[in-house]
């Protein structure tokens, strides 16, 4: 599987701002839906926000819609979530992840480290 590289988190206030990102090496999801993931502590993995391969179409939880945004630099390969107005239940383990065409769903069974967002009150 190739491994998809996500940036190093962090700890913030609630109420702050935190952006992470996700690296694919070469091209190999350019053409694909990409989309991230969080993990609460002592909770299920959970949809956060995914897409498409170029940028026309993004789709958001109800929980953090309106607070993250999601992006991509095709040229960089490399997709962005940037988080705004953190709220203590934003804290988990972010994980990006390829998605089906137009789904929440991952198309691989495979997940990276992820990586670590802590939000403090």
């Known amino acids: 599987q190739v491994q998809l590289v996500e940036s190093a988190g962090g700890l913030v206030q609630a109420g702050g701002s935190l952006r992470v990102s996700c690296a694919a090496p070469?091209?190999?999801?350019?053409?694909?839906?990409m989309g991230w993931y969080r993990q609460p502590p002592g909770k299920e993995r959970e949809f956060v926000a995914s897409i498409s391969w170029n940028g026309g179409r993004t789709d958001y939880a109800d929980s953090v819609k309106g607070r993250f945004t999601i992006s991509r630099d095709v040229n960089k390969n490399t997709v962005y979530l940037q988080m705004n107005a953190l709220k203590t239940e934003d804290t988990a383990i972010y994980y990006c992840?390829?998605?089906?065409?137009?789904?929440?769903?991952?198309?691989?069974?495979?997940w990276g480290q992820g990586t670590q967002v802590t939000v403090s009150s």
């Open positions: 070469g091209r190999t999801y350019s053409s694909s839906d």
């Open positions: 992840n390829v998605l089906k065409t137009g789904m929440r769903e991952p198309k691989r069974d495979y």
